[in-house]
């Protein structure tokens, strides 16, 4: 009897041990492809244009499942839209689409994924406070903000010539969002159109930023004016409380002769 349960058992562990091995076989022999990739791509695209993204389940011995991802947000598939096979598209491709993630995964195995990165390219992109006013001996800064891919070549013009820069007059920052220009100390000269151009390999762009330097206005000093009110306010309630003072005497000098003659 004893024989016969420790016969049965070693079956037991032995079918376990085939459907896990099988399950594991089932698993590790489905594959993804994303028009046609098995690795993870970067497609390359441009604004305004439309990509198609096709996932497929390869090897599969039964319906699989499909999921997509936008970074890390589901992204809706209408019915029928996710077995075995399941399609995305991305239409009018901008800018904010460089860079995107979409992700296929196999809802069963999530581990199972293929991922495309979009590269979008596109022309630069410029964008800032294109006037400012400014008060002689103020500092100002001109930023000039872009995108682009490929990333553009960036510079500074003054009234349709390049920017003679002056030592610790002018400052330039640039990153790969933005060219700032900073002066410091404006004078009237720096009045006039300065102009922040970007050139890459799809196009040239050109922002124009208008200074216009004012005079400097006068500052009145408050502290003397203040001091001057309280100097008068002072003087003034002296006075008064002078003549208050004469007043009541003269007033006491008229009253003591009637008070004498009545005693």
Known sequence: MAQ????????????????????????????????????????????G????????????????????????GRVDLKPGNNINSSSVCVSSISENDHGVNFTCKLQRDQTVSVSVVLNVTFPPLLSGNDFQTVEEDSNVNL?????????A?????????I????????????????????????????NGTYSCIANSPLKMETLDFHLIVKDKAVV????????????????????LLARRQRIMKLCIKEKDPHTETAL
């Not at 376990?16 to 399950?23: A, C, M, N, R």
């Not at 969002?177 to 720096?190: A, F, M």
């Not at 009145?220 to 006075?239: K, M, R, S």
Request: glycine share 2%; charged share 20%.
């Open 49 to 72: 244009f439309q990509a198609s993204l096709e996932c497929v389940v390869q090897n599969h011995t039964r319906d699989e499942e499909l999921l997509w991802y936008r970074e890390d």
């Open 163 to 190: 920017l003679t820069l002056e030592k610790n007059h002018h400052q330039i920052q640039q990153t790969s969002e933005s060219l700032q220009l900073s002066i410091s100390k404006v004078k009237k000269s720096d």
């Open 143 to 151: 930023v000039c903000n872009v995108k682009s891919n490929p990333q």
């Open 220 to 239: 009145v000093p408050i502290e003397p004016i203040i001091a001057a009110c309280v100097v008068i306010f002072l003087t003034l309630c002296f006075g």
């Open 4 to 47: 016969k349960s420790s016969s049965l058992m070693q079956v037991y562990i032995l079918l376990l041990t085939t459907i896990l091995f099988l399950s594991r076989e089932i698993t590790s022999s489905s594959v993804l492809t994303v028009n046609g990739k098995t690795e993870n791509y970067v497609l390359d695209t441009q604004r």
């Open 153 to 161: 070549q960036m510079m500074w013009y003054k009234n349709n010539n």
